[in-house]
T-cell receptor, first 114, second 109 residues
Framework: SAVISQKPSRDICQRGTSLTIQCQVD?????MFWYRQQPGQSLTLIAT?????????ESGFVIDKFPISRPNLTFSTLTVSNMSPEDSSIYLC???????????FGPGTRLLVL | KNEVEQSPQNLTAQEGEFITINCSYS?????LHWLQQHPGGGIVSLFM???GKKKHGRLIATINIQEKHSSLHITASHPRDSAVYIC???????????FGQGTRLTINP
């Protein structure tokens, strides 16, 4: 199994600023996923982050707005840049254990942009 | 039409009732996940299914690959089961999960 922690757990930010969310996993994983969950909605994949390569972004998400770092096999960051109230969401980090194909999720970062 | 559809969207029941949440999908899949999200936002993986049936405590998950349908059952429901239950599928050959919109379950004492 994998235990995932995220920092911060929540934040209130002013529009136009940026926030970096950290995701730490207690074991080495190849693929890490960043999801967004807007209020009342289900999860939407932002990007897939592999160590040693550029993140792969889903349609509608761009690197300038959501830059991702993946410096090693246990850590990743997602930055939400130039924030607007529409960015108010829960941001979740996730990893997959390929053996049993189990998906593990972090506790989420609840972001409110004023 | 979404690739993954859940029903019902909201479900309120009394403690002790048998609960069924349904998930239908439209693509060929390699796996289907049932997830539980509590009000704080954290998500827990309940089951991963590729065929048949799995049971864990009071939770049972079934999948019918031919009919592209899965169900999550909760026996002897309890107020602590109140949460949003999310179905997610991985298409064959794909890396990412596609999520249903979730079912908000409320169990009243």
């Amino acid at each position: 199994s994998a235990v995932i922690s995220q920092k911060p757990s929540r934040d209130i930010c002013q529009r136009g600023t940026s926030l970096t969310i950290q995701c730490q996993v207690d074991s080495q994983v190849t693929m890490m996923f960043w999801y967004r969950q807007q209020p009342g909605q289900s999860l939407t994949l932002i990007a897939t982050a592999n160590q040693g390569s550029e993140a792969t972004y889903e349609s509608g998400f761009v690197i300038d707005k959501f830059p991702i770092s993946r410096p090693n096999l246990t850590f990743s960051t997602l930055t939400v840049s130039n924030m607007s109230p529409e960015d108010s969401s829960i941001y979740l980090c996730s990893v997959e254990d390929p053996g049993p194909e189990t998906q593990y999720f972090g506790p989420g970062t609840r972001l409110l942009v004023l | 039409k979404n690739e993954v559809e859940q029903s019902p969207q909201n479900l309120t029941a009394q403690e002790g009732e048998f609960i069924t949440i349904n998930c239908s999908y439209s693509v060929g899949i390699s796996a289907l996940h049932w997830l539980q999200q509590h009000p704080g936002g954290g998500i827990v993986s309940l089951f991963m299914l590729s065929s048949g049936k799995k049971k864990h405590g009071r939770l049972i998950a079934t999948i019918n690959i031919q009919e592209k349908h899965s169900s999550l059952h909760i026996t002897a429901s309890h107020p602590r089961d109140s949460a949003v239950y999310i179905c997610a599928v991985r298409s064959r050959g794909a890396q990412k999960l596609v999520f249903g919109q979730g079912t908000r379950l409320t169990i009243n004492p």
